[in-house]
C-alpha cells in the first residue's frame, strides 16, 4: 500500500516544500498603509538587513485628500472621507496581499498624529476593522520624533547620529544617548518653526498685507527674519552638547526634499543622498535670484514639477532658510557626514519593522 502511494506522497512532499519555501521567503515583505495630512500612502517593501537599513521598494502609491485641511475646519472627519478612505484601505489591503503573499503581521496600518483631534476618529477606525479586518492605529505626536529616528537612520548609526526633520508645522528630530549599563535614552529636538508656519510668520511682518505675496517685499522680510531664526536654532543646538560629537546628520523632510530635486535634479538610486551646505548655499541664491531656472526645469522634470505643485517660491525660501539656518549653527558641521533621507515616505514603516526585530535595540 506505501510503496503504491509513493508518487502521491512524494508529489505532496514536494507541494509542502515549495508553499513552506514560498512562504519563509514572505517574511522579509512589509507593507504599510498610511492616512497622512494630505494624502493615503501604500509602500511594499522588501527588508534585506534591518540593522543597515538596506531594504528595497517594491511599490509605491498614493492619492492626495486634504484630511488636515477638514479636521481643522469641521473637528471631524468628513462623512465622504470615512467612505472614500475605508474602500481605498481594503481595496489597496486586498491588492497588496494578492501581489506579495506576505504574512498579515507584516501589514501596517496607521494615520497621521492630526487624526488625534477627530471627533469621530472611532467611526473610520471600526470601518476599516469591519471591511478590511485590520486595525488603525494613530500615530502619537508625542512619539512622532522617536519614529522619525527609528525609521531614518539605520540601526548601526543609532549612538553616532542625529536627526533633523524639516515638515510643515515644525522642524523635529532627535538623537539618542548612551547612558551608564548599556541603557539608552532619545532626546528629541523641536523647533516650532516649519515650511509653512515660517512662511506665515515672515508674511505677518509685512506692514502693507497687500503686499505680502510681492516676491520683493517677501525676500526683504524674510532675510530680515533670519536672526530670530538663527537664535532659536543656535539654542536647540547650545542646550544639546551630545550633537558636537555626533559623526552623522540625517535630515529629511519636505524641505530637503525639495533641495535635492531642483538642486541635484539626478534620479538617485540610494536611500540616503549626501549634501553639502556650499550646495545648499548655491540652492539657496538660485532661489532667490534666477528662480525661472527651476520653473523652466518643471515643464520636463516630473519630479521637479511635483516640487514646485507642492510649495512656491515664498514656502521653497523659507523651507531653504530653515535648512541653511540648521546647517550653519550645527556644532563641527565640517566633521560631519551629512544625508538627506531620501525614501521618507516608508521612514514609519521602517521604525514599525524595526521595532519588532530581535536584532534591534528601540528600547529607548
Known amino acids: 500500500m506505501l510503496t503504491k502511494n509513493k508518487p ?31 494624502a493615503i500612502k501604500v509602500s511594499v517593501i522588501d527588508v534585506s538587513n534591518i540593522k543597515k537599513a538596506d531594504y528595497k521598494i ?18 471631524e472627519l468628513t462623512a465622504e472621507d470615512i467612505t472614500k478612505t475605508s474602500v481605498i484601505v481594503t481595496n489597496q489591503l486586498q491588492k497588496i496581499k494578492a501581489e506579495n503573499k506576505l504574512l498579515d503581521e507584516n501589514i501596517f496600518i496607521v494615520a497621521a498624529p492630526v487624526f488625534e483631534s477627530a471627533r469621530n476618529l472611532d467611526v473610520l477606525r471600526n470601518k476599516i476593522m469591519l471591511l478590511a479586518n485590520k486595525e488603525l492605529e494613530v500615530l502619537n505626536a508625542n512619539e512622532e520624533p522617536k519614529t522619525l529616528v527609528k525609521g531614518a537612520i539605520p540601526p548601526v548609526d543609532f549612538s ?19 547612558l551608564e549599563g548599556g541603557k539608552l535614552e532619545f532626546i528629541p529636538l523641536e523647533l516650532d518653526f516649519g515650511t509653512m508656519t515660517l512662511t506665515d510668520a515672515v508674511k505677518k511682518t509685512v506692514y502693507n498685507q497687500s503686499q505680502a505675496n510681492d516676491m520683493s517685499t517677501y525676500q526683504e522680510k524674510s532675510f530680515d527674519f533670519v536672526p530670530v531664526l538663527r537664535k532659536k536654532i543656535k539654542d536647540l543646538f547650545d542646550a544639546n552638547p551630545p550633537l558636537e560629537k555626533k559623526e552623522k546628520l540625517y535630515l529629511s523632510g519636505g524641505a530637503v526634499w525639495a533641495f535635492s530635486t531642483l538642486y541635484y535634479n539626478e534620479d538617485v538610486k ?57 546647517l550653519e549653527n550645527i556644532p563641527n558641521l565640517a566633521t560631519k557626514k551629512i544625508l538627506f533621507v531620501k525614501e521618507g515616505q516608508v521612514t514609519w514603516l521602517i521604525s514599525y519593522i524595526a521595532d519588532r526585530s530581535k536584532k534591534v535595540n528601540t528600547n529607548f
Not at 519563509?24 to 504599510?32: E, H, T
Not at 542625529?162 to 528630530?173: H, N, P, W
Request: aromatic content about 12%; proline content about 1%; some cysteine.
Open 160 to 178: 553616532n547620529a542625529f536627526l533633523l526633520d524639516i515638515g510643515a508645522q515644525t522642524t523635529k528630530g532627535g538623537y539618542i544617548d548612551e
Open 8 to 38: 502521491q506522497i512524494l508529489i505532496i512532499t514536494l507541494l509542502t516544500l515549495f508553499f513552506s519555501v514560498n512562504s519563509f521567503s514572505q517574511k522579509s515583505i512589509y507593507a504599510g498603509i498610511e492616512i497622512g495630512r494630505r
Open 58 to 75: 517594491i511599490s509605491f502609491w498614493t492619492e492626495r485628500i486634504p484630511f488636515a485641511d477638514h479636521i481643522a475646519a469641521n473637528g
Open 270 to 326: 540610494e536611500h540616503y543622498i549626501a549634501l553639502t551646505l556650499e550646495d545648499v548655499v548655491n540652492y539657496d541664491a538660485i532661489l532667490k535670484n534666477n528662480f525661472g531656472k527651476y520653473t523652466s526645469l518643471a515643464k520636463t522634470n516630473k519630479e521637479a514639477a511635483r516640487v514646485l505643485s507642492t510649495y512656491d517660491q515664498q514656502n521653497l525660501i523659507s523651507a531653504n532658510n530653515i535648512l541653511v539656518s540648521c
